[in-house]
T-cell receptor, first 115, second 118 residues
């Protein structure tokens, strides 16, 4: 069973640029959630994709967008990068069923630095 | 909205001793799940233990156990026989069951850095 993978591991961008982060979900999982983790803080929910549609969103501006593909892998896109976007971006996959806890399995994250 | 608070930014313990990490949360819901995650320097978020709110019995996983006090909205993690490999950031997290308006997002606390000394 393949776990959740993310690419790239590290990324350095400059303010105003755009970035795309990628996530491959664990085998059998159809849902991907993205979280932003600032240094020394807990992860903050960005959004979730279920069967290729956005299924819920946290308090992040529209310049944070995403996609989910038919194979359930996902991309997180951030436009007009700001210095505060520097963080670890975590992807988590799951196979939710109604009434369940939606146990999420995390990838190793992508460390984004905005200069 | 749900909130999770971890009031201990850092904790340290000697190898083989016991340590307890604190977590409080706030919710108006009666049914939910609570988790403790471990994040070592490798950054991989690893599930340590889970607790279902409707179960009164405290969860236990080997050296890890919780003290779940639903009325007080408290969920502490006890690590017995601490090992060097337990050194990590620990996060308390909350989630509502799927269904209705809940789509299953995790709400995390700020984390507690645990250092185990030899």
């Amino acid at each position: 069973e393949t776990g959740v993978t993310q690419s790239p591991t590290h990324l350095i961008k400059t303010r105003g640029q755009q970035v795309t982060l990628r996530c491959s979900s664990q085998s059998g999982h159809n849902t991907v959630s993205w979280y932003q983790q600032a240094l020394g803080q807990g992860p903050q929910f960005i959004f979730q994709y279920y069967r290729e549609e956005e299924n819920g969103r946290g308090n992040f501006p529209p310049r944070f967008s995403g996609l989910q593909f038919p194979n359930y892998s996902s991309e997180l896109n951030v436009n007009a990068l700001e210095l505060d976007d520097s963080a670890l971006y975590l992807c988590a996959s799951s196979f939710p069923t109604s009434g369940s806890q939606n146990e999420q399995f995390f990838g190793p994250g992508t460390r984004l630095t905005v200069l | 909205a749900q909130t999770v608070t971890q009031s201990q930014p850092e904790m340290s313990v000697q190898e083989a001793e016991t340590v307890t990490l604190s977590c409080t949360y706030d919710t108006s819901e009666s049914n939910y799940y609570l988790f403790w995650y471990k994040q070592p320097p490798s950054r991989q978020m690893i599930l340590v233990i889970r607790q279902e709110a409707y179960k009164q019995q405290n969860a236990t996983e080997n050296r890890f156990s919780v003290n779940f006090q639903k009325a007080a909205k408290s969920f502490s993690l006890k690590i017995s026989d601490s090992q060097l490999g337990d050194t990590a950031m620990y996060f308390c997290a909350f989630i509502l069951p799927l269904g209705g308006t809940s789509y299953g997002k995790l709400t995390f606390g700020q984390g507690t850095i645990l250092t185990v000394h030899p």
